[in-house]
T-cell receptor, first 115, second 115 residues
C-alpha cells in the first residue's frame, strides 16, 4: 500500500528554538496533506490542511505564525514549530490523501519534546 | 460542527472474548465513517470504513455497520487475539470534495487482550 513517512520520529529541543518536521508521500503524489496533533491519552486534533502550491488552511485556534506549513512539492509537506515552548510538546501526525482513490494514509508520527 | 464520541476505555479482555467498542457521531449531511488502529509504537492504520448508510465495513475479523438512524458505527469482533491490543479510533469526514480528508476523531479506546 501507499506509504507516508515522517521525519524525525523523535526530536528534543530547547525552548525558543524552531523545529521542522517533514511528511513525505513515498510512492504517490499528494496535493493535499493534513497535520494533526495528539496529546497524551487524547484524540487527534486537526491543525491544518496543507495544499501543494498554496497557503495552508488552519483550523480555528491554531496559530499559523507558530505552526508554519509549507507544501512545496507533490510529495513533501513540512511543519515548522517556531519558537517552541514546553506546551508545544506533543505527538504530531501527518496524513496524505491519495490522488486516485482519495484514501488517507498516515505517517508514523513525530514526538516533539521541548525542554 | 462534527463530533465523534467513543466509549471510554481502557478495555481489557481475555483472548477469544467478544469485543464491542461503541462509537456515535454528530455530523451534517452524510459523512464517511472510519475505524483506525494504532499499534504500540506505530502510526495510524485504517482498519475499516463505510461511506453510506447501512454499509458494513470489515477487515481482519472486525466489523462495523453505518447506522444513520442511531448515528452509530460500533466496532465488533467475535474473538479477539492478543495481537489486537492497540488503540482504536473512530473517525468521520465530510461527504466529499475539499472536506474529504479532514478527519474528526473520537478520543480513542485502549484495548488490551490477555492470553
Amino acid at each position: 500500500g501507499a506509504v507516508v513517512s515522517q521525519h524525525p520520529s523523535r526530536v528534543i529541543c530547547k525552548s525558543g528554538t524552531s523545529v521542522k518536521i517533514e511528511c513525505r508521500s513515498l510512492d504517490f503524489q499528494a496535493t493535499t496533506m493534513f497535520w494533526y496533533r495528539q496529546f497524551p491519552k487524547q484524540s487527534l486534533m486537526l491543525m491544518a490542511t496543507s495544499n501543494e502550491g498554496s497557503k495552508a488552511t488552519y483550523e480555528q485556534g491554531v496559530e499559523k505564525d507558530k505552526f508554519l506549513i509549507n507544501h512545496a512539492s507533490l510529495t513533501l509537506s513540512t511543519l515548522t514549530v517556531t519558537s517552541a515552548h514546553p506546551e508545544d510538546s506533543s505527538f504530531y501526525i501527518c496524513s496524505a490523501k491519495g490522488e486516485n482513490t482519495g484514501e488517507l494514509f498516515f505517517g508514523e508520527g513525530s514526538r516533539l519534546t521541548v525542554l | 460542527g462534527n463530533s465523534v464520541t467513543q466509549m471510554e476505555g481502557p478495555v481489557t479482555l481475555s483472548e477469544e472474548a467478544f469485543l464491542t467498542i461503541n462509537c456515535t457521531y454528530t455530523a451534517t449531511g452524510y459523512p464517511s465513517l472510519f475505524w483506525y488502529v494504532q499499534y504500540p509504537g506505530e502510526g495510524l492504520q485504517l482498519l475499516l470504513k463505510a461511506t453510506k448508510a447501512d454499509d458494513k465495513g470489515s477487515n481482519k475479523g472486525f466489523e462495523a455497520t453505518y447506522r444513520k438512524e442511531t448515528t452509530s458505527f460500533h466496532l465488533e469482533k467475535g474473538s479477539v487475539q492478543v495481537s489486537d491490543s492497540a488503540v482504536y479510533f473512530c473517525a468521520l469526514t465530510g461527504a466529499g470534495g475539499t472536506s474529504y480528508g479532514k478527519l474528526t476523531f473520537g478520543q480513542g479506546t485502549i484495548l488490551t487482550v490477555h492470553p
